[in-house]
């Protein structure tokens, strides 16, 4: 169940062929993304060894893909038309050259992770499978957040840039230099570290917390409680009926406990009143002493719905590739945008624009500005003081593109990360500069 989208950008994949040329000449940033795999153009050297990926029409797949400079890469996209770009690793060799060496294999990448909402199919009841509706998004929202956090707060990253997936989640690139470094090992235990929800099927408790709670579970248990009640009782009604709120019970492995929460919960009309009783009934018998294998129960539960899955392999795996920022999806339209974290709540997946809708804005923008013009030339005729508002809204004309669109709005996300980017670099680079003096 998808939101209502406007019938004037309701996407056709059937025009997905026509439309690509367009956006890969006229709105792909191929400028900022050739200044964020060059660091802040210290690592130009390396740009010819990063690997990139082609799915063309037809499920026809290149792989080992790579450029030596943005010139080339942006003739090679024009011309091939991915329908999907994913970006690899910097190896050891040319990608190109990969059949002709000995020794090729994968030396840095940023750290990378998936977020799929179909990973929470178990515990939602709104949707399924590669549909989404506003009534689940939220799980995406704690989950970015909750990362967003730990990496920053218990790693020290600071160069997060997170995008959306096109239909259905969301990619983190952490590109500090540090976490481009990582090994396998250090990126499989940064996974394991942020794994809370393991194993097993639904009816069986996933989460396992000791008797004393890490720190970074605390935290990411007061960015549930924010969400929580809106997203599991209003939207997703976990304990609406009877059928619900007993596999909730189920978690509970105190049998007197458990008896006593069937008995006050059968008497509750809403989600809401159940879940408030189910608390207070769990708090009061851990207050009495009578339970506490069971101290920590209500947390594990929160966590088991809200907290962040994650596919392991996509973040342990150097050669792993993922779908690069600004893609177009090829089902939905929808454009791979990037998200500022700051404004996250904000953030509607259904109001992304697609390839279709960006086309036609360009259209619409290009009609009227020649329509403007049109309307100068026919006054300069008769009055030659307009020429030099000819010429001005001339120089206007040739505004960037994807200024003419709403895309702008992605565009400029991705361009202060960037900036940021380049200015930690420059900043590195004049502290060993100023070491070196000291030396």
Known sequence: MDSKEDDRYVFNPEVLPDLLPVYYK??????LYYRWMTYGNLNKNYFPYREFSFTLQDDIYLRYQSFMDQTEMEREVQKKCPYKIDIGAVYSFRPREHRTVSTFQPLEKELVFDIDMTDYDEVRNCCSGTNICKKCWPFIVIAMKILDRALKEDFGFQHLLWVYSGRRGVHCWVCDEVARKLTSTARSAIAEYLTVVKGGKFKTKKVQLGENIHPSIRKAKEIIQKYFNDLMLENQEIME??????????????????????????????SKECWEAFKETVSY????????????????????????????????????????????????GRICVPIDIQKVDKFDPFSVPTVSQLCEEINIYDANNKANQEEIMDHSTSDNSTVSSQEGNEKKSKIKDYKKTSLIHAV????????????????KRLEMSDMKREF
Request: with cysteine; proline share 4%; charged share 30%.
């Open 26 to 31: 006229r709105l792909f940033p191929f400028s």
């Open 241 to 270: 009926t009877e059928e619900k709120w007993e596999k909730i019970v189920e978690f509970c492995t105190d049998g007197k406990l458990k008896e006593n929460l069937q008995q006050r919960l059968a008497k509750s009309t809403n």
């Open 285 to 332: 018998a851990i207050k009495k002493g009578e339970s506490r294998k069971c101290a920590n129960l209500v947390t594990e539960i929160m966590l088991q719905f809200c907290y962040p899955r994650l596919d392991i392999n996509v973040t342990k795996g150097l050669n792993h590739l993922l779908k690069a920022p600004f893609c177009v999806h090829p089902k939905t």
């Open 412 to 427: 400029k996300v991705f361009e202060e990360f960037v900036l940021k980017l380049e200015a930690s670099v420059k900043g």
